[in-house]
C-alpha cells in the first residue's frame, strides 16, 4: 500500500496531505487513537480527527482511499 499512498499524496498534493507516524516510536499518539493494527489511516481536518472518520484499514483500492478522506473532509472530487 506504502507505493499508492506515495502516489495519492503527490497527486492530491493541493487537496490533502499524507503523514506517516511509526507506531512503535510514538506510542503514546498511537494509545491516544486507539491504534493497534497497521496500516490504519486516520483523517484529520484543522488539526482534529474526522468524527466520525471513515474505516481506512489495511489495503484499499486508490479511488476508494482517495474518495473516502474527500468525502471525509467534506471536498467534492473534480
Known sequence: MAPVVAEIAFEQRNTFAIAKLDREE?????QRYGIRIQP?????????LVEPHP??????????FVQKVLNAINIEEN
Request: net charge positive; no cysteine.
Open 55 to 64: 474505516r481506512l484499514l489495511g489495503k484499499i483500492p486508490k479511488d476508494d
Open 26 to 30: 510514538n506510542n503514546k499518539i498511537a
Open 40 to 48: 490504519i489511516y486516520l483523517v484529520f481536518q484543522d488539526g482534529k
